[in-house]
């Protein structure tokens, strides 16, 4: 990630502890001068010019009064998250979903957009800043532009923002995508995996006190985020959770296990992901293009499709059972379009995770349908972006330039 530098009009680094007073309203509700005093124990007059900082930068603001029920009324304090605007796009093989976020990562803006991820990162990040600067509009709202978040379909080495050897994003391997938009935008980059900005959108958004969830994406791959013990789980090269190309657990009609789009064969994707139900139909003499079209004769009712979609479940549910097994899960959240179709992928998913998994692994576990939807992806940019702009480390930075967008 590069250097986050945008800070809106504080003069210069705040100390560690003013730093952390605003990540403690970040992380709970209104609170007085007397209640910071109590969860920090810190003096009075600490308190207060902490508190004052943060208010003069506009990162707190008032919140009226306490009741009189807790004796005299004293002013509150919230988090004030229209201080800063944040810019994510979550990008897909092809199409996007842009959006404009505040500081709390609620989305205020967004734009649906095709793409094609094969024309490469020119095309593609030339895209994604065009949009971005329409979004932004008048100068006003870009001057308060506090940070940068993009997910790809594909590995990402977190901590450079850089693209690692992608099996379907032609012409990005080697690709640092901080390198490109912080010069165009003057601000933090972050950059995560598609599959770990949902996992982390629905967690922070619908399931905050879950520490461990597993977010399954189930579109035209397969490919798991995980969230262990309140933190992401990304690997040593950022392929944590991809479950889409490990072996399948298939009863196998195939006389050779088919080819997967990564060169294996066998893979759970060659057997379960939406191409795979698309190539199946087309073998059997029902052609379409689109894994949407898939998805729709399911829903009205076609019985090839739905088998196909059933025994989908089944083949990635196999796979679920040993994540769920080993990491133990309290939630496992099923998003993309082959979960949109309903109970058929999802009955014979959970059928083989009760099976399958150890039985002290499911007996609390909730299998259940994406609540966030398309909005998961940029929601999740928007909160590890959030962490990463306001984190103590950032805001303690000494020398520090306080650099705004161009
Ligand atoms: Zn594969």
Same mark, same amino acid.
């Given at each position: 990630? =590069? ?14 502890? #003013? ?7 970040? #992380? ?28 003069? =930068? ?7 009064? !306490? ?31 842009? =959006? ?138 950022? !392929? ?29 994707? @060659?057997?379960?992901? &939406? ?7 087309? !073998? ?34 196999? @796979? ?41 692994? !499911? ?10 939807? &398309? ?8 909160? &590890? ?22």
């Amino acid at each position: 990630m =590069a250097t986050v530098q945008a800070l809106g009009n504080l003069e210069g680094a705040v100390d560690q502890g #003013t730093a952390e007073l605003l990540n403690i309203f970040r #992380t709970t509700g209104p609170l007085t001068r007397a209640d910071v005093s109590e969860h920090t124990g810190w003096a009075r007059m600490t308190v207060n010019s902490r508190l004052d900082r943060l208010v003069e =930068a506009g990162l707190l603001e008032a919140d009226g009064l !306490t009741s009189a029920s807790r004796g005299r009324p004293a002013a509150q304090f919230r988090f004030n998250p229209a201080r800063g605007v944040l810019l994510v796009a979550d990008i897909g093989a092809s199409g996007m979903r842009l =959006a404009l976020c505040d500081l709390a990562g609620e989305v205020h803006r967004r734009v649906d957009a095709p793409v094609d991820i094969a024309a490469g990162p020119d095309v593609v990040l030339g895209e994604v800043e065009r949009r971005f600067d329409q979004m932004l509009g008048d100068q006003a709202l870009a001057g308060s532009v506090w940070g940068v978040g993009i997910s790809l379909p594909g590995p990402v080495e977190f901590a450079t923002g850089t693209v690692v050897e992608p099996p379907i994003m032609t012409g990005w391997n080697g690709t640092r995508v901080p390198d490109r938009l912080g010069a165009h935008f003057d601000v933090a980059v972050f950059v995560e995996n598609d599959v770990n900005a949902m996992a982390l959108g629905e967690q922070r958004a619908c399931y905050p006190q879950v520490r461990d969830l597993l977010f399954l994406k189930t579109g035209t791959g397969i490919g798991a985020g995980i969230i262990a013990n309140g933190s992401l789980l990304r690997g040593a090269q950022g !392929t944590a959770g991809d479950i889409g190309h490990t072996w399948a657990d298939a009863e196998d009609a195939h006389a050779r296990r088919p080819l997967c789009r990564c060169g294996k064969q066998g893979c759970v994707e @060659s057997y379960a992901s &939406g191409w795979a139900i698309v190539r199946d139909l087309a !073998t059997a003499g029902q052609p379409i293009e689109t894994v949407d079209q898939a998805v729709e004769r399911v829903i009205f009712g076609d019985p090839l499709a739905t088998s196909l979609l059933r025994d989908a479940g089944r083949v990635v549910g196999s @796979s679920l059972a040993h994540m769920v097994s080993v990491l133990n899960p309290s939630v496992v959240v099923v998003g993309g379009q082959l979960a949109a179709a309903g109970e058929h992928f999802l009955g014979g998913l959970r059928e083989r995770v009760y099976a399958r998994s150890l039985p002290l692994a !499911t007996r609390d576990l909730q299998i259940t349908r994406s609540k966030l939807d &398309g909005d998961a992806g940029v929601i999740g940019l928007a909160h &590890g972006l959030a962490d990463a702009v306001l984190s103590p480390a950032n805001l303690t930075e000494p020398g520090r330039e306080l650099a705004r967008r161009a």
